[in-house]
């Protein structure tokens, strides 16, 4: 199951994270956000050593304005606190491992 992220827990979760981080940005209203969610599971369960984490956009506005996120679903991918990788839109689970490495 993905961690649900905020303002309060992203930097500890997220940019403090030993792991690598795969994030998220998504809104409930978003129909592919919603198709992205089992993927992202699927992804979850065969890649234990990547932390999953989701960050609610309306939520968090503030977190999306600082990724400078224009569309979602977006996913970053997080190594050492640091922003490594990204894409934007519906992504498959093989799409997201090659993202991850």
Excluded: H, Y
């Amino acid at each position: 199951m993905a961690l649900e992220i905020n303002m309060n827990n992203f930097k500890e979760e997220v940019l403090e994270a030993k792991e690598t981080v795969l994030a998220d940005f998504w809104a409930p209203w978003c129909g592919p956000c919603r198709m992205q969610g089992p993927v992202l599971e699927k992804f979850a369960e065969a890649n234990p050593d990547v932390k999953v984490v989701k960050i609610n956009v309306d939520d968090n506005q503030e977190l999306a304005m600082q990724f400078k996120i224009m569309s979602i679903p977006s996913m970053i991918v997080f190594k050492n606190g640091e922003a490594v990788n990204c894409a934007v839109g519906l992504q498959s689970k093989a799409a997201l491992e090659e993202l991850v490495k």
